[in-house]
């Protein structure tokens, strides 16, 4: 498959591995680029959460590999000498998500790596446009983890229109609920250049995501995810305002989701509780962070038969595409044999 992100970064499939913060390792960035992706490993909250991997260990895990690395912006913004320790590792690209990009891509620019900036809304895009980002990831709102309002299927057509005419050799890539072949095709159709996909990778055999957390997702639906700012109250993580969290419901999510002002004037005790579920991985209380396209995930399996099943079945759509006979549908290749959600 050719786009213009093949091309960019001499791969041979336009699908990127999100930049998971505490999912993303170098073993899963490796494994996504081994099989003709691009993996970036999750710098996350750049070590201001407590509990994510030591990144220089995870970056060294990819060496010999394609790959970049993602930072949570407004939480680099803290420690800002921790982009120099990621980019001495020599990434391709660095991913830069929630927060403005501007202030980092002289520094990203000047040692070779290009910015990728991953956007919620038009605002984002033109900032992104200033910061001089190579590409720009429309984040849908069905996305795992942070994001904002906006939904994929218009956000990302809308971006790429507004690329066309701003700013046409930005390359775009699409991001929120795609997780096989017919998201991977979409988004093309759509106009995107790839895709990133998270929650998909999140359930593979190399993420370093708990096994009870997948666990779980397997017998989840789309239905049973919910987006909120509870979480981050709770945990005391200071979010910018404009992004929720969206997570599996379990427990926790059914008592406070929904009561986002209680939940930060109750945030010692919440948290005491948090904190608590989070060292014994109590996921009635702790989150799984999982998009709504965990409905579409019944396995787990290793990253590269995830990057050849999309594909497969993606060439195989845009092929029949072609043709305009679309047929009877056929069942979806990931799917279980026997029962739907509802009997799951
Ligand atoms: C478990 C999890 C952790 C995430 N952590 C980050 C992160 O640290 N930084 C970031 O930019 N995006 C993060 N995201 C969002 C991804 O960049 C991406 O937008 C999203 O996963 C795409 O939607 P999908 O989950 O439906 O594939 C995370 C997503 C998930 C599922």
Redesign the pocket.
């Known amino acids: 498959m050719r786009t213009r992100l093949t091309e960019e970064f001499g791969i041979h499939y336009p699908i990127v591995c ?6 993303t390792g170098g073993r899963l960035a490796a494994a996504v680029s081994s099989a003709g992706g691009l993996g970036l490993v ?4 750049a070590g201001t959460l407590g509990g994510e991997p030591e990144l220089g260990q995870e970056l060294a895990h990819v060496q010999g590999h394609k790959f970049g690395v ?3 912006t407004w939480a680099l913004a803290r420690v800002p000498h921790l982009l120099d320790e990621a980019l001495s590792y020599s990434p391709l690209c660095v ?4 927060g403005d990009p501007r202030p980092f891509a002289e520094r990203i620019r000047r040692n070779g790596a290009k910015l990728i900036c ?1 956007v919620q809304s038009l605002r984002h895009v033109d900032q992104a446009l200033e910061a001089g980002a190579t590409i720009i ?1 429309a ?2 709102s ?6 904002a309002k906006r939904s994929t299927l218009p956000f990302v057509p809308e971006v790429a229109d507004y690329l066309a005419r701003c700013s046409p050799t930005t390359l775009l890539l699409a ?5 096989d072949g017919r998201g991977l095709a979409a988004a093309l159709m759509l106009g995107a250049d790839g895709v ?5 990778f ?1 359930a593979s055999a190399e993420a370093l ?1 708990p096994p009870a957390a997948t666990d779980r997702a397997v017998h989840a639906t789309g239905d049973d995810t919910v987006r909120t700012k509870a979480l981050d109250a709770v945990r005391g993580v200071p979010w910018p305002d404009e992004f929720s969290f969206r997570v599996l419901s379990n427990k926790f999510t059914e008592q406070w989701a929904h009561r986002e002002t209680e939940a930060a004037a109750a945030f010692g005790s919440l948290a005491t509780i948090y904190a608590e579920a989070r060292a014994r991985q109590d996921f009635d209380v702790m989150a799984i ?5 965990v409905g579409l995930i019944h396995d787990r399996p290793s990253a590269g038969s995830i990057v050849e099943a999309m594909v497969t079945q993606a060439k195989a759509l845009l092929a029949r595409g072609a043709t305009l006979d679309f047929g009877p549908r056929t069942a979806n290749p990931g799917l279980p044999q026997t029962g739907g959600s509802a009997s799951r």
């Open positions: 999100a930049p998971m913060a505490l999912v999750g710098g996350g909250y993602g930072f949570i991913f830069l998500s929630f991953q990831v984040q849908g069905e996305a795992g983890g942070h994001g991001a929120g609920g795609i997780a990133v996909v998270g929650t998909r999140w995501t962070v999982a998009g709504e396209c």
